[in-house]
């Protein structure tokens, strides 16, 4: 008997996509440009918060780069980065010649530590280096802790930009992440809640911090009708076809995040009892998207065991991320940790979490798991 592969989180489309990507070639906007791209900015507004300007790019690592950028970062500066996320969250320090200085996460939320975060500023200070910047990731959907990372940030003057590239639909305290940041930044990677293929967004609360993202996005031409330019540009818009995509995929995403969320309440359900296995609980005020459903296990070799009677059966589950501090390509980068973040990576796994998965994959999932943990 073969079975279809469950993959961890793969794209679910909704109903008009393929209506609006048609739009594009009907009215021949297949370019950077176009109202596929002024309706899709106007949706992630609309949900995420009337009062945000949104810009949208061709990645949320692009989003990071320009956010960064306009925050003035530039060569030998040093920006403080959650260390527990992925890769992307602090390549774009790098492309600025600027160096990332990684902060631990703490029990509660698994992100940034306020504590630890203190502390790292502290410690850049009594050395003479004001940090530029601040990255915080809401990691799986969960939101950090806002107000406290808020406190810390203004106490000392730094801006925060928000990576919200997974916690697209999650709130704190009633308000949608990618609000919070002096700015924000969205992904619609093929894995994320919603995509367009590939895509990101870049959201500001102030009008002039988009219409600079966009300035610097189109290759940063003056104003003059030969091409004339002040600025190093980019080509990070988004394209008015993948546009499209996400014009329906926003008109889905609430049923997106309530499917993942029913994931993890499955999950939860029937794996809660089990003693091995421990799940990230949503703090009061606290509302994620579940874009995946991680477990902690008591042991690496336990949590080695679970992915690998997976992976025999086609599944596919992952370990969650590895710290940025403990990356080889960040060997030489300052971190204060203390040790948490370690030993998330060293226990967790994140199951198939997809909205598009049938109530009998996640049967399947989790009898193979009480199995396996059962011998
Ligand atoms: C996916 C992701 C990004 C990057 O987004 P892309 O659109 O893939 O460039 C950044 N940060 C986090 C935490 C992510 O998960």
Redesign the pocket.
Known sequence: MTQTKIWLSSPHMGVNEQRYVQEAFDTNWVAPLGPNVDLFEAAIQDYVDNNIHVAALS????A?HLALEILGVTKGDEVICQSF??S??ANPIKYLGANPVFVDSERDTWNMSPILLEKAILDRLDNGIKPKAIVA?H?YGMPYKVTEIRKVADSYGIPIVE?S??ALGSRYKGENCSSFGDIGIL???GN?IITTS???ALTAKNLDTKKRAVFLATQARDNAPHYQHSNIGYNYRMSNVLAGIGRGQMEVLSDRVEARRANYEFYKSRLGHVKEIEFLEEPEGFYSNRWLTCILTPSFEIREMIRMALLEEDIESRPLWKPMHLQPVFEKALHFSDGTSEDLFERGLCLPSGSNLEKSDLERIVSLIIQKLAK
């Open positions: 990645s949320g690592t692009a990071i996320t992925f992307a969250s990731v990691l990576d590239a997974e992904s619609f990677n994320k590939g895509g990101g």
